[in-house]
């Protein structure tokens, strides 16, 4: 794809986005049952959910701008979704796994806190309020279960974390 103006541009921060939140819920289903704090599968859990309709709202958002969803890979998410599962190969124990685990998750959410915060503000710039709107309930979405992780991490996770 040739990105020759604005609205190009924010298509394709948007295609990305959508293969994010592809990568990252095919990586979070997989490792989310390896949690051994229930509280935190839980939440990977519920998130995974969440995350699969925020897909579906990008995906309709690109429908509706006749672009393909499915038109690029965003390679940066595989890449940290390597690393995640490298990390957590190498972890021994369920408490040390489930701090690994929090630590690679909230790597990836932090990607895609930045990838919704930039395409809420490309629709602000087209005036596709809609489309802001959306992107931007998503984004809060994010930010709540990073503020959860990182609850769990300080009051759980890495205490038991660091005992074991």
Do not use: W
Not at 29 to 49: F, V
């Amino acid at each position: 794809m040739e990105i020759s103006t604005f609205k190009d541009l924010y298509l394709a921060e948007l295609q990305e986005l959508a293969s994010a939140e592809r990568e990252f819920i095919a990586s979070v289903g997989r490792i989310a049952p390896m949690a051994s704090h229930q509280r935190l599968k839980n939440a990977l859990i519920r998130h995974c959910e969440e995350a699969d309709v925020q897909m579906q709202t990008v995906e309709s958002i690109l429908r509706r701008h006749n672009a393909d969803p499915a038109a690029h890979t965003d390679q940066a998410m595989q890449a940290l979704v390597r690393e995640g599962d490298k990390m957590l190969s190498i972890l021994q124990g369920g408490e040390v796994r489930d701090a690994g685990l929090v630590a690679s998750i909230q790597k990836l959410l932090h990607y895609r806190i930045a990838a919704y915060g930039t395409a809420a503000a490309l629709a602000g710039q087209l005036d596709y309020r809609d489309d802001q709107d959306m992107l931007h309930q998503s984004l809060e979405r994010e930010k709540k279960v990073d503020k959860l992780l990182t609850q769990l991490a300080k009051t759980e996770v890495n205490r038991d974390a660091l005992a074991a």
